[in-house]
């Protein structure tokens, strides 16, 4: 039975990702039905809204979905897509691997890293105000409910994939009550990994030093959400950028998997842009649906693909543009019929 994937393609750059991406995941011997629907700067005309209400239905509907990169605005205009669709659709946990790819050119080597970041509150929980007109405050909410919740997703993620140690991120030297919650409810989890998983914690500007320094130390990162989104970022710097970066967002009653870099609107439709970050989290997709053997495959290929250097974007130093590195990824699984062809399965 196929499996019916709600795919948001995005803004600016994103269309030209997304299709890349689905023709991929169409060659990976895994059957797919797409449902199309958009959201972005585009649907604020017609709808009122960059997120508009049938695009949530079709994720609830499906429990799946992929998305490109959609457009948000700093210091104005609508609130983030991205931290909508999170809140909306109770997807708690943020899952970002970073590993090092071959033929990609940075300053370490070696980098397997995973952070799972807290998705809904902290100051991401958008509670803030205007006092008086010179000042303005923004409310940071940590639960012990949805600490425990992401440290317990932390470590069975752990376990499940092979790692060997959790590290939980945090400010409570200074943040003690806020930040101390988090840390206790980590520790209160951890308790029932004691023998399987190892657990530390880290202050989050040490973290930062440290990875820069010696990420070879860790393994899995919990952190809440605001260091969650810097430190996740700081990893992609370490494997060659945001534009090979994957990253999921979890609930208990779907998924939305994405790559997490901008839109780039300037070069929207040149048939330029890099879809290593949305295939990966296409390949994260794959595991998350129960075909991780498909999913070693696509990701085996397209390291494959890096690795020669022949057929990759012009930010990775080759000649290739979007739509032909998504075919030479195909051939690497060995369908040349999937190559250059049209959307199929595709409905409004």
Known sequence: MAHRVTLIPGDGIGPELAEATRRVMDASGIEFEWEVVEAGEACIAQYGTPLPEYVLESI???????????????????????????????????LRPARSMKGLDTRYQDVDLV????????LYAGIEHMV????????KIITRYASERIARFAFEYAVANGRHKVTAVHKANIM??????????????????????????????????QLVQKPELYDVMVLPNLYGDIVS??????????????????????????AVHGSAPKYAGLNRANPTALILSGVLMLRHLGHPEAAARVEAALREVVAEGRATTADMGGPAGTSQFADAIIEKLGSPAAVGTAPAGATA
Not at 87 to 92: N, R
Not at 115 to 122: A, K, Q, S
Not at 132 to 139: L, N, Y
Not at 233 to 258: K, S
């Open 132 to 139: 008086g007109k010179d000042a303005a405050e923004s409310i």
């Open 115 to 122: 952070i799972v970041r807290e998705n809904t509150e902290d």
């Open 233 to 258: 970022d700081l990893c992609a710097g370490l494997v060659g950028g945001l534009g090979v970066a994957p990253g999921a967002n979890i609930g208990e009653h779907g998924a939305v998997f994405e």
């Open 60 to 94: 609830r509907r499906n429990g799946i979905a992929i998305k490109g990169p959609i457009t948000t605005p700093v210091g104005g205009g609508f609130r983030s897509v991205n931290v909508s669709l999170r809140q909306a659709l109770g997807l708690y946990a943020n």
């Open 176 to 209: 003690k009550l806020s930040d101390g919650l988090f840390l206790e409810s980590c520790r209160t989890v951890a308790a029932d990994y004691a023998g399987r998983i190892e657990f530390e914690d880290r202050i989050v500007d040490n973290m930062c030093m």
